[in-house]
């Protein structure tokens, strides 16, 4: 009878208890961000498109200081590593790569696509970190990740055009004083004719001289 029990616990246990393939990662939605950093930063992000649903967004940290426009994009992947995008134009570039990639070392490329990426490795942080530094702007993609997926991860990233100007008058919108209307310039005061010029009077014809006597 006790065994009974013991396996009835065992298997209400089994049907309760939560499964690794049931876990629940709290994700977010990075839409506004995307929209926010297309208009804030000076060059054209880099988002990812096409990533499967077993790519998790986590968290979205998006910063604008006197060092530039920096957007940070972290996931669960597959495998549940972490992955992260970073991309900033931060100058110099490097200060910003080193910082996210936690060393300055790189230990060989990686191809992603048509792209070399340098490859980059923390040890006692499990960190894999591939940077590539464009013209105007440095990405990293880093975290706990193998290779395989942070290379999956640079390789969905497509470059996002600039938002159209916002009409006047519409939220977030620049606004400012309104043009000052010149004033019309006065027209000039008509220039009064000149008073005619009184004609001579006509001189008197001479007397007629008396004939003489």
């Excluded at 049931?22 to 498109?49: C, F």
């Excluded at 790519?55 to 992260?84: E, I, N, Y």
């Amino acid at each position: 009878m006790a065994m009974l029990a013991c396996l009835l616990l065992a298997g209400l246990f089994l049907l309760v208890a939560p499964r690794g393939d049931d876990e629940h990662i709290p994700t977010i939605n990075y839409s506004m961000d995307v929209a926010n950093a297309r208009r804030a930063a000076p060059y054209l992000v880099w988002v990812p498109e096409g990533l499967p649903a077993t790519w998790l967004p986590t968290s979205s940290r998006l910063t604008q200081d006197k060092h530039g426009v920096t957007w940070r994009l972290g996931f669960a992947t597959p495998k549940r590593s972490h992955g992260m995008v970073a991309q900033s134009n931060e100058s110099p570039p490097e200060k910003f790569a080193n910082r996210m990639a936690n060393s300055d070392k790189a230990v060989g490329t990686q191809q992603v696509g048509a792209d070399v990426w340098e490859r980059r490795y923390r040890e006692d942080k499990k960190q894999r970190s591939l940077v590539r530094r464009l013209k105007d702007v440095t990405l990293v993609v880093t975290g706990t990740a193998s290779w395989e997926e942070l290379g999956f991860l640079a390789s969905t990233l497509r470059q996002q055009p600039k938002p159209d100007p916002l009409p006047a008058g519409s939220p977030g919108a620049p606004t400012g004083s309104p043009a000052a209307t010149p004033s019309p310039v006065p027209s000039a005061s008509p220039v009064p004719s000149a008073s005619p010029v009184p004609s001579a009077s006509p001189v008197p014809s001479a007397s007629p001289v008396p004939s003489a006597s």
